[in-house]
């Protein structure tokens, strides 16, 4: 059973750093594509970062640009978001994905999220 | 960026109807960039559909994606009460990976 799980989360000021950690397990970690999708309180999906099995990163959202970086280590089962110069407009739960393969194709499995809160 | 408008914003019925839920991308994607996705409160999302069409692993057969000239849609055959959740398209095929903005699904 796929198994994903994110940390690192927590409350932080605006213009601080945070770095996110999701450790995965059940599947083959190498073979497939992983993304960092984060969701306000009470809004909508927004897709932040996503990296390919060969540490080629897919792009970012606008919104995270030069702000933000994914990375993953293969030999930990691990993806991470590095979030620098947080704004208040960051605050959300963000949940790590296992994209089904490749880097075009969608996120089968979910974690549970962990939430960033960005307040002064 | 490829921007996903999706229709209707919020969708009433009842269990036991059909339910059609559309996802308009602008500019175009090929279908097999384009998937579906269910999520409940507290929960996280769920695939439902990817490649447009295709159900993912363990979806029930009252789940479909179709393709039209400019439209995506999700149809919902014979509504469930666990079917009443917010449905969102996702497009993978251009970076950034964009969603829609979501149709909630409620119960009339």
């Known amino acids: 059973e796929v198994h994903l799980v994110e940390s690192g989360g927590g409350l932080v000021q605006p213009g601080r750093s945070l770095r996110l950690s999701c450790v995965a397990s059940g599947f083959n970690f190498d073979d497939h594509a992983m993304h960092w999708v984060r969701q306000a309180p009470g809004k909508d999906l927004e897709w932040v970062s996503g990296?390919?099995?060969?540490?080629?990163?897919?792009g970012y959202a606008d919104s995270v640009k030069g702000r933000f970086t994914i990375s993953r280590d293969n030999t930990k089962n691990s993806i991470y978001l590095q979030m620098n110069s947080l704004r208040l407009e960051d605050t959300a739960f963000y949940f790590c994905?296992?994209?089904?393969?490749?880097?075009?194709?969608?996120?089968?499995?979910w974690g549970q999220g962990t939430l960033v809160a960005v307040s002064s | 960026e490829i921007v996903l408008t999706q229709s209707p914003g919020t969708l009433s019925l009842s269990p036991g109807e059909r339910a059609t839920l559309s996802c308009r991308p602008s500019p175009s994607v090929g279908s097999h960039y384009l998937g579906w996705y269910q999520q409940k409160p507290g929960q996280a999302p769920r695939l439902l559909v990817y490649?447009?069409?295709s159900r993912a692993p363990g979806i029930p057969d009252r789940f479909s994606g179709g393709v039209s000239e400019t439209d995506f849609t999700l149809t919902i055959t014979r509504l469930e009460p666990e079917d009443f959740a917010v449905y969102y398209c996702q497009q993978f095929g251009t970076s950034p990976y964009t969603f829609g903005q979501g149709t909630r699904l409620e119960i009339k």
């Open positions: 490649g447009a069409t």
């Open positions: 990296i390919a099995w060969n540490n080629v990163i897919i």
């Open positions: 994905g296992k994209a089904l393969v490749g880097p075009t194709t969608p996120l089968d499995s």
